[in-house]
T-cell receptor, first 115, second 109 residues
Framework: DTEVTQTPKHLVMGMTNKKSLKCEQH?????MYWYKQKAKKPPELMFV???????INESVPSRFSPECPNSSLLNLHLHALQPEDSALYLC??????????????FGEGSRLTVL | RKEVEQDPGPFNVPEGATVAFNCTYSNSASQSFFWYRQDCRKEPKLLMS???SGNEDGRFTAQLNRASQYISLLIRDSKLSDSATYLCVVNIGLKQLTFGSGTQLTVLP
């Protein structure tokens, strides 16, 4: 079982809806990540938080808004999405980006469908 | 040119076979290298890090060739449970990991 918990596991939303994806880890990790993965493609980095501060935004459209309320939680707020945003959204954490061992711990993902 | 390239496969091999995957990377300043495994409709998980001198973990052997900028993964005595997508991952600096597109392996009974 993964130690990174994501909710919901599945989400269907319309293009005018506002929803949020949630991620939680209790491993004491100080770096947290959002990735987007389309079918048969590798994960694509969206955002990186390090010590609760946004350190990387990979030119993600503003309809995706990340939030890190504390060191254990990471949210991804969704608004006015497009059907092409349908994908698996993976949250990951790592111990500390400054001492990056390359081991990312992934959650099981939230499978998003935009109608 | 992609930063990290892999042969997408699919590789279909019989149980007990030996199979090897290669991965090339374009940034010579890349610092660290990994193989992740992703089962169908599951999250990626770290399989093993790749060290300069090569390293082995049971049936799995990883090697790095910095001069030619490629890494490899060898799986001996394949098991049905090895069926998955194998992702080559490279740290290209700024402590950011870049994933290859993955190589799909199916081990057949």
């Amino acid at each position: 079982d993964t130690e990174v918990t994501q909710t919901p596991k599945h989400l269907v939303m319309g293009m005018t809806n506002k929803k949020s994806l949630k991620c939680e880890q209790h491993m004491g990790h100080r770096a947290m990540y959002w990735y987007k993965q389309k079918a048969k493609k590798p994960p694509e980095l969206m955002f990186v938080y390090s010590y609760e501060k946004l350190s990387i935004n990979e030119s993600v459209p503003s309809r995706f808004s990340p939030e890190c309320p504390n060191s254990s939680l990471l949210n991804l707020h969704l608004h006015a999405l497009q059907p092409e945003d349908s994908a698996l959204y993976l949250c990951a954490s790592s111990q500390d980006r400054a001492r990056d061992t390359g081991e990312l711990f992934f959650g099981e993902g939230s499978r998003l469908t935009v109608l | 040119r992609k930063e990290v390239e892999q042969d997408p496969g699919p590789f279909n091999v019989p149980e007990g076979a030996t199979v090897a995957f290669n991965c090339t990377y374009s940034n010579s300043a890349s610092q660290s290298f990994f193989w992740y495994r992703q089962d169908c409709r599951k999250e990626p998980k770290l399989l093993m890090s790749v060290y300069s001198s090569g390293n082995e973990d049971g049936r799995f052997t990883a090697q790095l060739n910095r001069a030619s900028q490629y890494i490899s993964l060898l799986i001996r005595d394949s098991k049905l449970s090895d069926s998955a997508t194998y992702l080559c991952v490279v740290n290209i600096g700024l402590k950011q990991l870049t994933f290859g597109s993955g190589t799909q392996l199916t081990v057949l009974p």
